[in-house]
């Protein structure tokens, strides 16, 4: 459960606002909407009023969030937008569709490079200029990769967000909510945020249940690198394992 946990984490915990079962944008909890068939005739005509349906909720939802609200509003809006998408594809999407999605709205708000530095810890100062602009794009790949075929597994979750507070000046911020299935007890999830030099604000880390996913990966990585060298990291992050 912690490693499906993980994928649905750094996915942004991709989820829709189930459009008949929660209409109200001011409410904080979000169940994820069970897919139902659609036929071939009017597939397309269903995927336009999903996508319309979907961008009228998003809108909604940038409406309600004051400035200082900004990391709140990065993580609400970029589950939304993915999982709405989804919706609007249907049961036959492609993976290299669902890759596509996750590279276009996921990615852009994760920080890749400064999620790079911290997953390499002291590592990261040992590598070439060039190795650090190749480490980023296998990293960005490898997460692509992992997560983009596991979304499927989320249909049905119910999503809780907990209230956010955010100090004016302050440079980080967590947005907190839980998961859960039917029946099933709640899981505590944490995105971690950094507001950068050019005032966006990038996700940098995500917790399941208090369990670091940066941490994570940095424990294997190093563990590569100081068994192999950095120079194994490398094939093995190339070779898709």
Known sequence: MKKLLFVFSLT????????????SVDSKTVVVAEKTGKSAANNEQLKAESKKKCSYIVDEADLI?????EPNKVVRS??????CELEAEGEGV???RVRKLVEEIVIPSV???????????RNWKKLSREQKIEFIKLFKEL??????GSLSQYIGMKITYMPFKQMTKSRKATVKLSIARDGASEVPLAFKLRRLKDGSWKVYDALVDGISLVANYRTTFNSIIQKDGVDALFKKLKSGE
């Open 12 to 23: 942004m915990v991709s989820t829709v606002y189930a459009g008949d079962t929660e209409k």
């Open 94 to 96: 492609s993976e290299e």
């Open 111 to 121: 920080g890749t490079q400064l999620m790079s530095q911290w997953v390499l810890g």
């Open 65 to 69: 969030f004051a400035e200082t609200d």
């Open 78 to 83: 970029t589950i939304t937008r993915l999982f």
């Open 143 to 148: 997460l692509v990769r992992t997560y983009a």
